[in-house]
Structures are given as structure tokens and as C-alpha cells.
């Protein structure tokens, strides 16, 4: 029995199941995304969606969704459903669903009078080409199944619309059809296991409305356009699988394929196999390179977050391989010290002052892992020099260490940390001068390289670095700490210092090199966990604060003022567990069990398997922003992880 359950009584009421997501990637930049109904909800949504670098590099919607029709008698039952303007749903396929299992893949199950029919659906792994197998589990009465698809052809932050340019007319190929509406798409082969009729119909079918992205202030209604359909008689029993790929698949090979394909996929059977599943979908291998999607459905690559959350996608399921090929791919991307914010823009957008310490984090990780620093300092040992001296002599972004041996930075109208939502072209928190974060970072990344190079007998560095330790500790108290408020300020900028109740100075807490004594540890965590704490993250500024927002909703600029001015984030959980366990030893067990296992609920909310990008700062915490992203995912699985180690 399948672990994600979901309430069989509730999957025909639309308020539950629109509001349940499914995603799934084929570890190449490619995903199938939509909700339990089937009834697409965001422009992002499809059941093909591609990374197309012969256009713009971006990815595209090819195959948007696919109607399934059974026909009995000349009776025709449409599973399918498409909401229009006013709240129309056409057709109202969704109240024949009497199952959703998700275990190895997702399953549907209709009932249509004495008719049962189950769905299945996949992405082959690194190719693009999803397979949908239907098996007709009972009937009593010759059964014909007809499959008709919606086609978009155009990039997921665009919509579709009815034009005179775009070509539709299709290719016979072996049991199916190719298309292509749009000159430099691929061609996309629509095939099935079974011989069948294509029946050509091409239509329009216009303002068809995405709730989502009507919600989310953006335009929401898009016309697809569907060629015709496929239509087979199926048996009792029988199973016919659907394939549609940018390349002509072997019509004879499908349901073969879709059976090695279901066979490797891991089990979602618990908690822990869920995450670790989920983990999984961010890993894009391509081009030779090995990357970390940071969210889906609508971001790319980046360097902070996959840094991150490397360790928990990788090292904390056991896959050691796989992080050091992500790691090696992000210090390909070096540059002066720094690394760009986002990979497809290298060259350009080299502002993230944290991301180069984040670098040591990860790879101390690694160490406690391997237990190897000699093999770390020969392979890392020349990238991590370069960054310590780039930001003791400075480099962009005037980010440079001081006399007192802290780091600053500060650009106009540009966000260097973490926090980097803008409205109107301006940040809505900037945090110039020196984070605090960013100055623990420095500390722990001087203090973990000088352990590496003791290790391999480096002492020309050594002698070169040993000195900065005791100048930051000392810089990092008396500029941050305060005695009378216990706690750390946010930033410190010139005579200025920010004493904003923020998580950031968790992560100093948290650092297994701290500058920090454990009674101050204490009490950063004693007020992190008073102010900031919910079950399902810290909230990003206190809701004692003024400027404070529990609510991340209204179009995109009322969105971003709100996200880093109360919207909890899932991943800062992992260091106020490790800070907590640090502080409170096996005594906070108990604690911090709660917190992780209150993460359990969201396996069957928002996006089914999957930990979202945030939350509302306000009970009940709603699920906001990308559906799956891969540091929220990373930092339950490394709190999760720490937890069970302290349990062993």
C-alpha cells in the first residue's frame, strides 16, 4: 500500500484536488507537471515540458495535457477536464477519479458505470518523452478508448494563442502522428503501443484559464490547439501505452520501456524515501555538465542554493558521486573569486557575496562524510586559496575584509545576500555593509581551510592564515553582539547596525565553526525559536517587527515585498536543528523530532512528495512560491538525517 495517501471521497471535489500538485523530472531538464485532477492550473503545467537550447535555451510546453475519452455502446465518457472563464469546467472528466496512488509512479483510477480504468504516467529518465500506459481494469461491453492532445509549442512564461502562422498539419509515423507548429521546435511524435485510427480534427480551443496565474496577477488564459485524436478498442485487461518524445520512438518497444522505466524508479514508501525521491528530480545532467535545478517549475540553476543544498540532495542519500560531480561543474563556474548568480548567465550578475563561502560549507560537509581533508585540500585546496585571497584583497561588488578582519559589500540597488526580492528595480532588503551570516561564513571557511592544510602539511598557508581566526571571533562579537538584547544584529553597516530579528544569525549559531560561545548560541536559538520558529521552517523576520508580513499573496511587486519580511523558509530548518542538537544534545531530541515530523503532512499538500520554495508567515502556512525546491527539500533531509544520527 502506497504511503501518499490521499482522501478517495475528496478527489472529485475541485477545492482539494486543484490544490494537490504532481511533479516529476527526467533528470535532464525536462518535468510533467499538473494537479490530481489533471486539470492544469499554472501555465507551467504540461505533460511534456522540455529545455529547448536551439531556441531560446528555455524550456517549452510542447504537450500540454491529453483527454481521454471511453466509449461504450456510442456512449462517450470524457475523463478529461479544462476550466474556463467563470469557474466552467469542460469536460468534467474529474468525477469518474475513485483513486490517486503515487508509489513508484503516479496512478489514476476511473470508474465509468461497470468500466474501471487506470492511468499511469512517467518521464523516460534523461530523455524527453513521456509514456502514459491505460489499463482497462474491468468492463462488460466492447470498450474504445480515444486519446486527444492539446498542443502549446511555446515557452512556460508564455501563453498560446490562436494564430494564422502556426503549422498544423501532422506526419503519419509508425502507429501515430509528428508535429511541429513552429519553425526551429522539434517535431513532437505522438505514438502508441496498440495499431490505431487517427481521426484528424484540428481545432482551437480557446481561453482556456490557468487559476494560478490568474491569482498570481499574471495573464491566464491560453488557446491550444488539438490535431485530432487517437481512438483503439481495448480489452479487458489489456494495457496500451502512450508515448509522446521529440524523437520517433519504436511503437513495438514502448510498453517494454515503460516497464524498465517504472522498475527504476524508487519507491515513495516512507517519509524518508519520499524526500529522498524528490531529491532526486533537481539533478540535471547535460552538456557534460551536472547541475541542481533550484525549483520547479520556473527556475534554472543557481549558484548559493546549490551549494546549499547539495549535501542533503546527495551526500545525506548517499550519493557521493553525484556531489562531487555537481561540485565540480559549480567551481568550472569561478571567476575572480566569485560566482554568478545564475549559470546561464556566466559572465555577468557575479553579486552573490555568499555564495564563494558557501563553497567551504558544502565541502566541510564532505569531510565528515569521507573522513578524508588530505584528498580535499589537493583537489579543492587551489579554488578555495583563491577565494580567501580574492575577498581579503576585495573583489566586485566592493566586497573586501576590513582592518577588523569582517567582510563587507554593498552595491547600489543590488541585494548581495540571500534576501534578494525586489520591487520597483530596488531591493526590498539590501543589507549592506557586513550580514552577519556572511561574516560566519568567513569565519568558519578560514577555520575549516586551516584544518584541511594542517592536514596535508600546507604550512606556508597555515603560517599565512592562522592569525585571522582570533582578529574575526573577537570583530564578530563586539560588532554584532548585543548584551542587553542577547542576540546578534542582522547587519552592521558603518554606525549602523540592524537589530531586525532575522534567521541568519541562526547560521552562525549553527556553524561548526562559530565565532560565537555556546551561551550566546543558546540564545539566538532560545529567541529563533520563540519568534521565528513554525512547523515548517523560520520565518524570515519576526512578526513582533513592524515591516513584518504573514501573508505572500497578490500580484508579483505584493508578492515580493512580503517574501524575506516574514515568509518562512523551509531551509534554514536543518541549522536550527543542528544548532539546537549542538546546544541541548540528545536532551533536544525530542524537540526537534516534532519539528521535522510536522514536515510529514506536507508529503500529500500543495505538491504531492515534495517540500515547496516557502510558506506563509501566518498559521496555517500555506505552501507559496515554486512548487518543489530543492534547498527546502535539502535542508528536512539533512535535519531529518541529524536526527536520526543522534537517535543511533
Known amino acids: 500500500m502506497s504511503y501518499l495517501k490521499f482522501d478517495k471521497n475528496q478527489l472529485i471535489n475541485l477545492e482539494y484536488s486543484l490544490n494537490r500538485e504532481v511533479l516529476r523530472s527526467n533528470r535532464a531538464g525536462s518535468y510533467i507537471s499538473t494537479t490530481l485532477s489533471g486539470c492544469n492550473t499554472r501555465k507551467y503545467h504540461g505533460l511534456l515540458v522540455c529545455p529547448l537550447d536551439e531556441l531560446d535555451g528555455g524550456k517549452h510546453v510542447l504537450l500540454s495535457s491529453l483527454d481521454e475519452t471511453i466509449i461504450q455502446h456510442g456512449a462517450e465518457f470524457n475523463l478529461g477536464i479544462h476550466k474556463y472563464e467563470g ?3 469542460e469536460p468534467k472528466g474529474h468525477k469518474y477519479i475513485r483513486d490517486y496512488e503515487i508509489e513508484n509512479v503516479p496512478k489514476t483510477t476511473y470508474r465509468v458505470g461497470g468500466v474501471v480504468l487506470t492511468k499511469e504516467r512517467l518521464l523516460v529518465e534523461k530523455e524527453e518523452q513521456v509514456l502514459i500506459r491505460y489499463t482497462l481494469v474491468d468492463a462488460h461491453s466492447p470498450t474504445i478508448l480515444r486519446l486527444k492532445p492539446f498542443l502549446a509549442f511555446r515557452n512556460v512564461h508564455t501563453l498560446s494563442k490562436a494564430n494564422l502562422y502556426a503549422n498544423t498539419k501532422y506526419k503519419p509515423i509508425g502507429s501515430g502522428i509528428k508535429i511541429r507548429m513552429y519553425d526551429g521546435y522539434p517535431y513532437l511524435h505522438m505514438q502508441l503501443s496498440k495499431d490505431n485510427e487517427f481521426v484528424a480534427v484540428p481545432d482551437w ?8 496565474e490568474k491569482n498570481r ?6 488557446d491550444l490547439f488539438v490535431p485530432g485524436y487517437f481512438e483503439m478498442p481495448i480489452k479487458k485487461g489489456e494495457s496500451i501505452v502512450f508515448s509522446a518524445s521529440t524523437k520517433e520512438a519504436n511503437a513495438s518497444g514502448i510498453k517494454a520501456k515503460f516497464t524498465r522505466e517504472v522498475n527504476k524508479r524508487l519507491p515513495r514508501d516512507s517519509f524518508f524515501d519520499s524526500l529522498s525521491n524528490s531529491a532526486q528530480q533537481f539533478i540535471e545532467r547535460k552538456n557534460g555538465k551536472t547541475d541542481v535545478i533550484a525549483g520547479f517549475p520556473w527556475y534554472g540553476a543557481r549558484t548559493r542554493q546549490t551549494l546549499v543544498a547539495l549535501p542533503g540532495l546527495t551526500l545525506d542519500v548517499g550519493d557521493y558521486e553525484t556531489f562531487e560531480e555537481v561540485l565540480d561543474t559549480q567551481v568550472s563556474y569561478l571567476k575572480d573569486g566569485l560566482f554568478p548568480r545564475m549559470h546561464a ?6 553579486d552573490c557575496m555568499d555564495s564563494p563561502l558557501w563553497l567551504f560549507w558544502t565541502l566541510q560537509q564532505y569531510s565528515a562524510e569521507i573522513k578524508d581533508s588530505k584528498k580535499i585540500w589537493q583537489k579543492y585546496g587551489v579554488v578555495l586559496k583563491e577565494i580567501l585571497n580574492a575577498y581579503r584583497v576585495g573583489t566586485g561588488c566592493h566586497i573586501k575584509m576590513n582592518e577588523n578582519g569582517l567582510i563587507s559589500g554593498e552595491t547600489k540597488d543590488i541585494a548581495l545576500t540571500w534576501m534578494d526580492s525586489y520591487v520597483n528595480g530596488k531591493p526590498v532588503v539590501q543589507r549592506p555593509g557586513m550580514p552577519v551570516e556572511v561574516n560566519a561564513l568567513w569565519y568558519n571557511a578560514i ?9 596535508e602539511n600546507d604550512k606556508e598557508f597555515v603560517k599565512e592564515w592562522e592569525g585571522f581566526p582570533s582578529l574575526i571571533a573577537k570583530s564578530f562579537v563586539s560588532e554584532f553582539w548585543n548584551d542587553e538584547l542577547e542576540y546578534l544584529a542582522d ?4 554606525d549602523y547596525k540592524s537589530w531586525d530579528i532575522r534567521p541568519n544569525m541562526v547560521i552562525a549559531a549553527a556553524m561548526e565553526y562559530s565565532p560565537l560561545d555556546r551561551e550566546k548560541q543558546k540564545c539566538i536559538l532560545s529567541i529563533a525559536k520563540k519568534e521565528l520558529l513554525t512547523p515548517r521552517g523560520l520565518r524570515s523576520l519576526s512578526p513582533r517587527n513592524p515591516e513584518y508580513e504573514g501573508l505572500c499573496e497578490g500580484n508579483v511587486a505584493e508578492r515580493e515585498k512580503t517574501i524575506h519580511q516574514g515568509t518562512v523558509w523551509p531551509w534554514l530548518i536543518s541549522f536550527f536543528v543542528e544548532g539546537y542538537l549542538k546546544i541541548h544534545k540528545r536532551g533536544g531530541l525530542p524537540f526537534v523530532k516534532r519539528i521535522i515530523e510536522d514536515f510529514e ?4 499538500e500543495h505538491c504531492v512528495g515534495t517540500i515547496p520554495e516557502m510558506y506563509n508567515g501566518n498559521p496555517p502556512h500555506k505552501g507559496k512560491g515554486a512548487i518543489s525546491q530543492a534547498w527546502s527539500v535539502a535542508g528536512v533531509i539533512r535535519a531529518y538525517r541529524m536526527v536520526s544520527n543522534f537517535e543511533e
Open 87 to 89: 469557474d466552467q469546467y
Open 345 to 350: 548567465k556566466y559572465g555577468e550578475e557575479f
Open 217 to 222: 496577477g499574471y495573464d491566464c488564459k491560453e
Open 205 to 212: 480551443y480557446n481561453n482556456i484559464e490557468y487559476i494560478k
Open 601 to 604: 503532512a506536507e508529503m500529500t
Open 447 to 455: 577555520c575549516f581551510a586551516l584544518e584541511l592544510a594542517q592536514a
Open 491 to 494: 547587519y552592521v553597516n558603518g
